[in-house]
C-alpha cells in the first residue's frame, strides 16, 4: 500500500503569513497527487490536482510543488478563510488520503 | 451546475444494512468515474471504494475493504449505491458521493456531495 504522510499534523499561524505543508508518499507517485481544504461540517473543496494544477477558482494564493514522494501545499499570504484542514491524495494506486493538517491561527 | 445529492443515512443496530443513494445531476454521468469516501467523526478522509476510470478494470476497493461494502450505479437514472452489510459501531461516519475529475493526469475528486451520516449505535 502506498501510504502519505503529512506535516505538521497542526500548523499555528497568522493571517499574512507564508506557510507550507507537506506531503510524503511511501513510494513515488510521479505527480498524481491532489490536495483539498475542509472546513468545519462542510465537504472537503479540491484545490490542486497532478500535484501543481490549481482547480479553477481557487484564489492564487495555492501553489502546489513536487513530483516522486515529496510534495508540498504552499499558501503565500494566509487570508482568514484559509483556516481549515488541509489533506493530500494519491491516486497513482487507488486512492490514500494522508492524515490531515490542520491550519489554526495563532 | 454539477450537484451530487447523498441519501439514506440513519441509526443503525450493530449487524444490520444500509443501502445509501447518490443522486447525480449537471453532468454526464456515464462517462466519470465515481467512489464513495468516509469520514469518522473527528477523523481524517477515508477512500472506500469506487468505479475504476478504466471500465475493463471494475470496481476498485480499498484494502480496508473487507467485502460487507457494495457499489452499484444506474447510469439511466444517474444514481450511484452503496450497500454496507453487518454495520459496525466503527463505520459510524459521514458518506460522502464523489466524482472524479476527467482529463488525462487529473485523478482528484472534483465535487463531493453534502454527505449522508450514518450512526452504527444499539
Known amino acids: 500500500d502506498i501510504q502519505l504522510t503529512q506535516s505538521p499534523s497542526t500548523l499555528s499561524a497568522s493571517v499574512g503569513d507564508r506557510v507550507t505543508i507537506t506531503c510524503r508518499a511511501s513510494?513515488?507517485?510521479?505527480?498524481?497527487l491532489a490536495w483539498y481544504q475542509q472546513k468545519p461540517g462542510k465537504a472537503p473543496k479540491l484545490l490542486i490536482q497532478?500535484?501543481?494544477i490549481l482547480e479553477s477558482g481557487v484564489s492564487s494564493r495555492f501553489s502546489g510543488s513536487g513530483s516522486g514522494t515529496d510534495f508540498t501545499l504552499t499558501i503565500s499570504s494566509l487570508q482568514p478563510d484559509d483556516f481549515a484542514t488541509y489533506y493530500c491524495q494519491q491516486y497513482s494506486k487507488l486512492y490514500i488520503f494522508g492524515q490531515g493538517t490542520k491550519l489554526e491561527i495563532k | 451546475e454539477v450537484q451530487l445529492l447523498e441519501s439514506g443515512g440513519g441509526l443503525v443496530q450493530p449487524g444490520g444494512s444500509l443501502r445509501l443513494s447518490c443522486a447525480a445531476s449537471g453532468f454526464d454521468f456515464s462517462s466519470f468515474s465515481m467512489s464513495w469516501v468516509r469520514q469518522a467523526p473527528g477523523k481524517g478522509l477515508e477512500w472506500l471504494l469506487g468505479f475504476s476510470i478504466n471500465p475493463d478494470r471494475g470496481i476498485l476497493y480499498a484494502d480496508s475493504v473487507e467485502g460487507r461494502f457494495t457499489i452499484s450505479r444506474d447510469n439511466s437514472k444517474n444514481m450511484l449505491y452503496l450497500q454496507i452489510n453487518r454495520l459496525r459501531a466503527d463505520d459510524t461516519a459521514i458518506y460522502y458521493c464523489?466524482?472524479?475529475?476527467?482529463?488525462?493526469?487529473?485523478?482528484?475528486?472534483?465535487?463531493w456531495g453534502q454527505g449522508t451520516t450514518v450512526t452504527v449505535s444499539s
Open positions: 497532478k500535484a501543481s
Open positions: 513510494q513515488s507517485i510521479s505527480s498524481w
Open positions: 464523489v466524482k472524479r475529475s476527467g482529463g488525462y493526469g487529473m485523478g482528484g475528486f472534483d465535487f
